[in-house]
T-cell receptor, first 116, second 113 residues
Framework: DSGVTQTPKHLITATGQRVTLRCSPR?????VYWYQQSLDQGLQFLIQ???????AKGNILERFSAQQFPDLHSELNLSSLELGDSALYFC???????????????FGPGTRLTVL | SQQGEEDPQALSIQEGENATMNCSYK?????LQWYRQNSGRGLVHLIL?????REKHSGRLRVTLDTSKKSSSLLITASRAADTASYFC?????????????FGKGTKLSVIP
């Protein structure tokens, strides 16, 4: 158990819909990362938040957005869903102490999204 | 595009044998990390090696890093059936406070009892 929790575990929805994935980082971790894992694209970094602020963006579509709340939990919002959005979505957290860039990331169990 | 490329894509060995997986990357890195993923589950961090380190050990794991060749290898000694999983290398490109990881496509290891 990494200490990172994600809900829900599974989500089945239809094209055009909007869903929200939730992540609670490990206690004390300030950074949250979102990744998408699909068969054809592999593991892709989507976005990072650090202590409530967006820190880096990767291959995140404009239809997707995220935020990190004052209690440090994060939500990933996916809208206008397409069949190709079906994937495993992982959240990870790390400490990221300033000046100490050598951080491992702790991954949650993932949310499996199926778009029909 | 993927920063890291693992080789081989799949590896099948007998229990007790050693397994070696390689990873190549393209740009300068801050550190390189190896993760394991059991089928459809979350990734588990195995080991982190910094760009100024050449070799690191953790239990049955040995990781090497050659920054001149931009490559790393993960050796699992005396493999067990429970080591069956996909193994990913991930490179950390630090900058402006972001420590995002860029993953390779992974090596699928099967350890036959």
């Amino acid at each position: 158990d990494s200490g990172v929790t994600q809900t829900p575990k599974h989500l089945i929805t239809a094209t055009g819909q909007r869903v929200t994935l939730r992540c609670s980082p490990r206690s004390g971790d300030l950074s949250v990362y979102w990744y998408q894992q699909s068969l054809d694209q592999g593991l892709q970094f989507l976005i990072q938040y650090y202590n409530g602020e967006e820190r880096a963006k990767g291959n995140i579509l404009e239809r997707f957005s995220a935020q990190q709340f004052p209690d440090l939990h994060s939500e990933l919002n996916l809208s206008s869903l397409e069949l190709g959005d079906s994937a495993l979505y992982f959240c990870a957290s790390s400490v990221n102490i300033a000046g100490a860039p050598y951080n491992e990331q702790f991954f949650g169990p993932g949310t499996r999204l199926t778009v029909l | 595009s993927q920063q890291g490329e693992e080789d081989p894509q799949a590896l099948s060995i007998q229990e007790g044998e050693n397994a070696t997986m390689n990873c190549s990357y393209k740009t300068s890195i801050n550190n390189l990390q190896w993760y394991r993923q059991n089928s459809g589950r979350g990734l588990v961090h195995l080991i982190l090696i910094r760009s100024n380190e050449r070799e690191k050990h953790s239990g049955r794991l040995r990781v090497t890093l050659d920054t001149s060749k931009k490559s790393s290898s993960l050796l699992i000694t005396a493999s067990r059936a429970a080591d069956t999983a996909s193994y990913f290398c991930a490179t950390a490109l630090s900058g402006a406070g972001s420590y995002q990881l860029t993953f390779g496509k992974g090596t699928k290891l099967s350890v036959i009892p």
